[in-house]
């Protein structure tokens, strides 16, 4: 059910497209539990879908000896929720790794595991997927209330 007239449109035509790795997560919360299994279903996800994910991961960019408690943080947070690969690179390794950096950042939290998807792509995706196996979408239908009957489904 969609208020919109295509899938694509609103949260989607908004999304960064960002696969986030789980660092970033309060341990126990839900997204700490399922955004590192997720990030780990991309891969055979696309090679299924053929949406164009890329694992190109991400830096966290301290910018002077202030911030770099922050990255030692995030490092800690990212190791309790599963997050795999997690390093601190140094200067020199941020440069070696990002050459064209501000000369400002001194160190970086790098997520090899982060990747990026084109959001309008991994929808449709998701959507023939959906559609091969059955789902009827209704496009332009407005969602007033949803409640859980006695037999476990919905109502909407």
């Known amino acids: 059910i969609a208020k919109a ?10 999304n960064s497209g960002i696969v986030h790795a789980g660092y970033d997560d ?3 919360s839900v997204r700490a539990k399922f955004c590192p299994t997720g990030n780990r279903m991309f891969p055979e996800l696309d090679k299924d879908l053929k949406f164009g994910f890329q694992r190109n991961g991400s830096l966290v960019v301290a910018r002077g000896e202030h911030e770099h408690p922050i990255l030692e943080e995030l490092l800690q947070k990212g190791k309790t929720n599963g997050v795999k690969g997690l390093k601190i690179l140094n200067q020199s390794e941020l440069r070696r790794v990002e050459p064209n950096i501000n000369d400002d950042a001194t160190a970086a939290l790098y997520a090899p595991s982060a990747g990026i998807v084109i959001p309008f792509e991994f929808t449709i995706a998701l959507a023939e997927n959906a559609s091969s196996n059955g789902v009827e979408f209704r496009c332009e239908c407005e969602v007033l209330d949803v409640s859980k009957q006695q037999d476990d489904y919905f109502h909407v």
């Open 26 to 28: 309060s341990p126990g």
């Open 5 to 14: 007239d295509d899938v694509t449109q609103g949260a989607t035509k908004g």
